[in-house]
């Protein structure tokens, strides 16, 4: 699965429509939020660092949530903007999740072993365990 990371509001008009999660490693205004959600109408995920987050306005939470897009508090650890766009979860995270996922481990159980062993929040792994399985 790949994350696309956004480092400043410039970047969002020149985003693929078809983007379904995205990392943005600024602090977003409102006027961000909105430009984002025009610009990507399949947006399922934003996540923000949790510093970013916690100074993100009540109505703009309300907004996306209203437009069922969740809002995940998490970072992309260790990626570097000025080699890939995309922050790609190893495979052998998705590899592990998909093997507790068919041993019938509850998911709830899968998010908090993996969220330790991967750095991943638990919220984008229950994301990724809720996923159509070709997708996983």
Known sequence: MKIRVVSSRDEILSLNPN?????????????????????????????????????????MEMFLEMQKIQLIEGDVWGHRKDINEYYTVPSSVMNKIRNMKVDGIPNDKIAEKMSKESKLNQKMILYILNKKPLEL
């Open 19 to 59: 983007e379904k999660v995205i990392h943005l490693a600024f602090r977003p205004s409102n006027k961000d939020i909105f430009l984002l959600v025009e610009t990507c109408p399949k947006l399922e995920i934003v996540q923000l660092p949790s510093s970013y987050q916690r100074t993100m306005s009540k109505s």
